[in-house]
Each structure stands twice: as structure tokens, then as C-alpha cells.
């Protein structure tokens, strides 16, 4: 299932036995566009510490409401994100301070403390697949290899010939976790009109100058479908998507 990732921030995050806190951010491997890890805002209970979460905890989303609209796209569904993990295990997990960077090394101590797999799944934008993989300027205070998914949001975009809009959100599905589109919004350059787009089309993305780069044309934009979410979930819709553009078949 697709999903919305911005209408998932503030969202209640539930353990096996008792809530943990609320989403804060979601943290994307910058090289294959997946989401490695749930960021939580766990409030009083363990202030100034970092909770971080592994997809491969996160049980399938259930989100209920109006079928006429892609989930938590309208911003006013609160779903709540339960987790495969007890509080006792967070509370005696690495004790990380909230500015500290997630490195490499903090990574492997959070697959060794929780038992979870470091190798889990496969993102459908493997290496070599994505055109380019993104670019996070040097001095970024976070291991240059992640994305924050709020850092994301509301970039503007940069085709190969001008300005295409900016990033409204970013889409993903709750299988494998993969960012399978940005949603992009053209209203100051196409009024009224919504395209997404594939990671297969960046090329680029600074987050410190909030620019995402793309190989994509302006005439291309123009002339592709308008987005909508429900006939997103037609495979023979998305396949006609990546036809237009070029990209390998179709999403996850």
C-alpha cells in the first residue's frame, strides 16, 4: 500500500506494551531512496535521547477512512504506528544523545541491541539503478548517506531545463519501505496541477540549499498524466507513468 510519509509525522508510535511517543522524522539511505529508520520523539520519558526504529518493526499500517484518497494524504487521518518492540528493550538500547549523529557504528550497535537484520529486504532502487545517487553537502552533521524525509519535503525542484514546482510530499509503501515517488506540486508554473515523480529522475539532492535535481524535461512534465492517487494503484496506470518517462517498469 501506498501511503503519504508527512501525514505519518506526529503520529502515535505504540509498543507491545505502552506507547513510545510520536514520529519525529523518517531517515532515507540516500543511495537506493529507502526509508532505514523510524526517528521518535519519545517526549519526557527518555528526553534528549535518540530512539531510532527499523522498518522490519513496524507492523503493516492500518488505515481506514475514505477510499476516494490516497492514506494520510489530507492530513487529517492520525493513524497509529505500532511497533514489533517493547519499551524495556528501548529504554536499555543505546543510550544515543538527540543531536548525535546516526553513523555507521550506531547502526550496527541498534542491529546488535534489538536482533534486527542489517540486511533486511531489497530496495527496488538497487545500486546502479537510481541515475545518480543523491548528493548531501559535505559538512552535513549526519552520516552522509541518510536523508531526513522532512529535509525533503517542500524542496523545490530543478528539471533539466528550469523550474518544475516543489517537493509537496514523498510517497512510500509499507512493504518494503522504498520511496516510490515525490509528489511534486506545479501550481507556480502549472496552476492546479500534481505530478510525481520517480526516484529513477533524480539526480541530485542538497538538502542545505533545498534543491532536488532532476532529468526530466519541463515538456515532459507538461505532458504527463496528472496525478491521481486512485489510479496510482492501477499497475496499468503506473506502468503507462514510467512508459512516459522512461523508467524501468513500474514500482514496487
Not at 529508520?37 to 507492523?59: Q, T
Not at 519535503?153 to 512493504?175: K, T
Amino acid at each position: 500500500m501506498l501511503f503519504a510519509v508527512g501525514g505519518l509525522l506526529g503520529c502515535s508510535v505504540e509498543a507491545s506494551d505502552g506507547r513510545v511517543g510520536a514520529v519525529k522524522d523518517f531517515l532515507i539511505d540516500a543511495g537506493n531512496w529507502r526509508i532505514r529508520w523510524l526517528e521518535v520523539d519519545s517526549g519526557d520519558w527518555l528526553a534528549d535521547r535518540k530512539v531510532l526504529i527499523h522498518p522490519s518493526a513496524i507492523e503493516p499500517l492500518d488505515v481506514s477512512g475514505p477510499r476516494n484518497r490516497l492514506p494520510m494524504m489530507s492530513g487529517q487521518q492520525m493513524p497509529v504506528v505500532s511497533v514489533r518492540v517493547t519499551k524495556q528493550k528501548i529504554e536499555a538500547g543505546p543510550a544515543t544523545p538527540e543531536d548525535a549523529p546516526v553513523t555507521k557504528r550506531l547502526e550496527v550497535r541498534l542491529h546488535e541491541h534489538y536482533g534486527w537484520d542489517a540486511a533486511w529486504g531489497a530496495s527496488y532502487f538497487g545500486a546502479g539503478v537510481v541515475s545518480k545517487s543523491p548528493a548531501v553537502p559535505a559538512g552535513d552533521s549526519r552520516d552522509p548517506h541518510l536523508l531526513r524525509a522532512a529535509s525533503v519535503s517542500g524542496c523545490r525542484v530543478h528539471a533539466a531545463d528550469g523550474d518544475l514546482g516543489h517537493v509537496e510530499n514523498l510517497l512510500a509503501d509499507d512493504v518494503r519501505w522504498d520511496i516510490c515517488y515525490l509528489v511534486i506540486a506545479t501550481r507556480n508554473w502549472l496552476p492546479g496541477k500534481h505530478v510525481v515523480l520517480a526516484p529513477f529522475a533524480v539526480t541530485g539532492v542538497d538538502a542545505e540549499e533545498r534543491r532536488v535535481d532532476v532529468n526530466v524535461t519541463r515538456e515532459q512534465v507538461t505532458s504527463s498524466p496528472e496525478w491521481d492517487p486512485l489510479a496510482l494503484a492501477d499497475r496499468a496506470v503506473e506502468e503507462s507513468l514510467h512508459r512516459h518517462y522512461g523508467w524501468p517498469g513500474s514500482g514496487p
